[in-house]
């Protein structure tokens, strides 16, 4: 898979029916590219612009069947369009001579005036003297005469958005610049060296300012850790399975014959018999070295009874820092799995399943501090990047600091060596906003990134709400579609649809990485009990490679569409 941000979700999610429908939005002087269906009398004919028909009047003589560049000389009920024609001579333009269209409308032929005409064509975008003089006027200033250049005014026309330097930099930053969380980490050591040295009052308060900022966003971005791993909903439901196992042994022996790896008749005096007699079977050297016990106490280990074992053994299961306490708990376990007598048939399959899935058979876990961190990373992130900066002075909102307030205050007095990574990052906070929302009909969609430091692991996560808007102004939550990307340690890039009907949902997942049926087997009950208390109710959950896809597209239909988004990653 290529490297994607906004590119992948936000990108390639607009419809093209919804595209090719902007053409119908003609305006007197705009030209474009079109094909003669058929023709009717009175000078009418019907021609194809893209994928839309359109009846309109013409005021030249053409055939059928072939095309011709046609401008807009009237746009009330039936549109005018005349053929385009060179300057000396009234013979019309067939399609694909561009140095007689730039002529025609006046234009010097060169680089850019030909790749803005050319994009024009192949978008199928109407287009008018001015596009052509203020894209190619870009193209040249940027030094963008290439794909990245046509990729960017792509997305600009189809969003309505002014072709100006300031747009054309924000978008351009938002599609094609490096991921998030680089560009954050970078500017954040870039400013992290300046500030060690000395300099003059204004420079220093403005990064100090800057700053700020930068460091409250990374770390309201930051997963929190626990002794130095990554707090998780597995590591949380281990030390909560041991505090109610300390409260009372007997937690431990039911929540193991739910699992059906205890067989249901065992009573716990046998279970921690069991339990004492395995543990005190293995070496000495090797019981010091799980549970963090010294030798003395070992010899004392073999006196006690079985309850006061197994309150020994799991108090110091408690006091392990980080993931040791979990990896000891899973040895402990792996000893257990030779026992005979209180084990069921399948314990050897399932009790692996049941570690591995913790968090579904643990009661009480912190849904504040674990399952709601994303969420609050979700609202944090626009608030204090900038993201509603301009629509807060609109509204003459109070604002509290951002990020973009930060750097519009302060670019001028930063240090130069910082201050192009500083207006880099602004151009990617203004092109986030630019391309944040779009409307295609009574369809909405808006798309949101985040940066994700996750322990060692830093990606951006992207993410598209789509569907109908309601009275609120809010996202219909019955029928929707909701669009994640991201970039994870083990499985690389994956795109999750989960898709909303009559509050049934259907989750699809795109990677390219074999299956993990086991996995998904396991964390399906999980999942569904989610939903379930926030009132929707599961449907199904499919793994899709797209590369597979794609063959299979390529061997069996020129092309399967996939409303939406574009899975071509």
Same mark, same amino acid.
């Given at each position: 898979?290529?490297?994607?941000?906004?590119?992948?979700?936000?990108?390639?999610?607009?419809?093209?029916?919804?595209?090719?429908?902007?053409?119908?939005?003609?305006?007197?002087?705009? %030209?474009?590219?079109?094909?003669?269906?058929?023709?009717?009398?009175?000078?009418?004919?019907?021609?194809?612009?893209?994928?839309?028909?359109?009846?309109?009047?013409?005021?030249?003589?053409?055939?059928?069947?072939?095309?011709?560049?046609?401008?807009?000389?009237?746009?009330?009920?039936?549109?005018?369009?005349?053929?385009?024609?060179?300057?000396?001579?009234?013979?019309?333009?067939?399609?694909? /001579?561009?140095?007689?269209?730039?002529?025609?409308?006046?234009?010097?032929?060169?680089?850019?005036?030909?790749?803005?005409?050319?994009?024009?064509?192949?978008?199928?975008?109407?287009?008018?003297?001015?596009?052509?003089?203020?894209?190619?006027?870009?193209?040249?200033?940027?030094?963008?005469?290439?794909?990245?250049?046509?990729?960017?005014?792509?997305?600009?026309?189809?969003?309505?958005?002014?072709?100006?330097?300031?747009?054309?930099?924000?978008?351009?930053?938002?599609?094609?610049?490096?991921?998030?969380?680089?560009?954050?980490?970078?500017?954040?050591?870039?400013?992290?060296?300046?500030?060690?040295?000395?300099?003059?009052?204004?420079?220093?308060?403005?990064?100090?300012?800057?700053?700020?900022?930068?460091?409250?966003?990374?770390?309201?971005?930051?997963?929190?850790?626990?002794?130095?791993?990554?707090?998780?909903?597995?590591?949380?439901?281990?030390?909560?399975?041991?505090?109610?196992?300390?409260?009372?042994?007997?937690?431990?022996?039911?929540?193991?014959?739910?699992?059906?790896?205890?067989?249901?008749? %065992?009573?716990?005096?046998?279970?921690?018999?069991?339990?004492?007699?395995?543990?005190?079977?293995?070496?000495?050297?090797?019981?010091?070295?799980?549970?963090?016990?010294?030798?003395?106490?070992?010899?004392?280990?073999?006196?006690?009874?079985?309850?006061?074992?197994?309150?020994?053994?799991?108090?110091?299961?408690?006091?392990?820092?980080?993931?040791?306490?979990?990896?000891?708990?899973?040895?402990?376990?792996?000893?257990?799995?030779?026992?005979?007598?209180?084990?069921?048939?399948?314990?050897?399959?399932?009790?692996?399943?049941?570690?591995?899935?913790?968090?579904?058979?643990?009661?009480?876990?912190?849904?504040?501090?674990?399952?709601?961190?994303?969420?609050?990373?979700?609202?944090?992130?626009?608030?204090?990047?900038?993201?509603?900066?301009?629509?807060?002075?609109?509204?003459?909102?109070?604002?509290?600091?951002?990020?973009?307030?930060?750097?519009?205050?302060?670019?001028?007095?930063?240090?130069?060596?910082?201050?192009?990574?500083?207006?880099?990052?602004?151009?990617?906070?203004?092109?986030?906003?630019?391309?944040?929302?779009?409307?295609?009909?009574?369809?909405?969609?808006?798309?949101?990134?985040?940066?994700?430091?996750?322990?060692?692991?830093? /990606?951006?996560? /992207?993410?598209?709400?789509?569907?109908?808007?309601?009275?609120?102004?809010?996202?219909?939550?019955?029928?929707?579609?909701?669009?994640?990307?991201?970039?994870?340690?083990?499985?690389?890039?994956?795109?999750?649809?989960?898709?909303?009907?009559?509050?049934?949902?259907?989750?699809?997942?795109?990677?390219?990485?074999?299956?993990?049926?086991?996995?998904?087997?396991?964390?399906?009950?999980?999942?569904?009990?989610?939903?379930?208390?926030?009132?929707?109710?599961?449907?199904?959950?499919?793994?899709?490679?797209?590369?597979?896809?794609?063959?299979?597209?390529?061997?069996?239909?020129?092309?399967?569409?996939?409303?939406?988004?574009?899975?071509?990653?």
């Amino acid at each position: 898979m290529e490297r994607t941000s906004f590119q992948t979700i936000n990108a390639t999610s607009v419809h093209r029916s919804a595209a090719q429908a902007k053409l119908l939005q003609l305006k007197p002087g705009q %030209i474009f590219e079109g094909k003669v269906l058929k023709l009717y009398p009175n000078q009418t004919a019907s021609l194809r612009l893209g994928t839309m028909h359109v009846i309109a009047r013409l005021q030249a003589a053409i055939s059928v069947g072939e095309k011709y560049f046609f401008q807009v000389t009237k746009n009330e009920g039936v549109p005018h369009l005349k053929v385009l024609e060179t300057p000396r001579n009234t013979v019309p333009i067939p399609a694909q /001579t561009t140095n007689d269209v730039l002529k025609a409308m006046d234009l010097p032929f060169n680089k850019a005036n030909e790749m803005m005409l050319q994009l024009f064509q192949k978008e199928q975008i109407p287009f008018s003297k001015e596009m052509i003089q203020q894209g190619g006027a870009l193209l040249k200033r940027f030094q963008l005469m290439n794909e990245e250049g046509v990729r960017v005014f792509t997305h600009m026309y189809h969003r309505n958005i002014p072709f100006t330097e300031r747009t054309f930099q924000a978008v351009r930053a938002a599609l094609t610049g490096p991921p998030l969380v680089e560009q954050l980490k970078q500017f954040e050591q870039q400013l992290m060296n300046e500030s060690a040295k000395a300099l003059p009052m204004k420079q220093s308060e403005a990064l100090k300012s800057v700053q700020h900022m930068l460091t409250t966003i990374i770390q309201s971005s930051t997963i929190p850790k626990e002794n130095g791993q990554p707090s998780s909903p597995q590591l949380e439901a281990f030390h909560r399975l041991i505090q109610r196992s300390l409260e009372n042994p007997l937690y431990l022996l039911r929540t193991l014959q739910q699992a059906n790896i205890v067989k249901g008749d %065992i009573h716990l005096s046998e279970f921690l018999t069991t339990l004492q007699q395995t543990v005190l079977s293995q070496e000495h050297t090797t019981i010091m070295d799980l549970f963090s016990i010294k030798e003395g106490n070992v010899r004392l280990l073999h006196e006690q009874q079985p309850e006061t074992f197994f309150r020994t053994l799991f108090t110091s299961l408690s006091t392990m820092e980080g993931r040791k306490g979990l990896e000891s708990f899973q040895r402990l376990f792996a000893w257990l799995g030779s026992a005979r007598g209180i084990w069921t048939s399948q314990s050897a399959s399932s009790l692996q399943q049941w570690i591995a899935t913790l968090p579904t058979h643990v009661e009480g876990l912190s849904s504040d501090e674990n399952a709601n961190a994303f969420l609050r990373l979700l609202k944090n992130f626009p608030q204090l990047s900038g993201f509603f900066h301009e629509k807060n002075i609109f509204e003459h909102h109070m604002q509290q600091r951002t990020l973009k307030m930060s750097l519009l205050e302060k670019l001028p007095y930063l240090p130069s060596k910082v201050r192009e990574q500083a207006e880099t990052v602004l151009h990617r906070v203004t092109g986030a906003q630019l391309l944040a929302e779009e409307q295609h009909g009574w369809l909405h969609q808006t798309t949101i990134q985040v940066p994700l430091f996750f322990g060692g692991h830093q /990606t951006d996560v /992207t993410i598209q709400w789509e569907g109908r808007k309601t009275k609120t102004n809010h996202i219909d939550p019955d029928h929707c579609r909701i669009l994640f990307y991201l970039e994870m340690a083990h499985f690389g890039e994956m795109v999750t649809d989960v898709h909303i009907q009559q509050r049934m949902v259907t989750v699809t997942i795109f990677n390219e990485k074999e299956e993990p049926k086991a996995i998904i087997a396991m964390w399906r009950p999980y999942l569904q009990k989610q939903l379930e208390k926030l009132h929707y109710q599961f449907n199904a959950l499919y793994w899709k490679n797209p590369t597979t896809m794609k063959r299979a597209d390529q061997r069996d239909a020129p092309h399967v569409g996939y409303e939406g988004v574009d899975i071509r990653i």
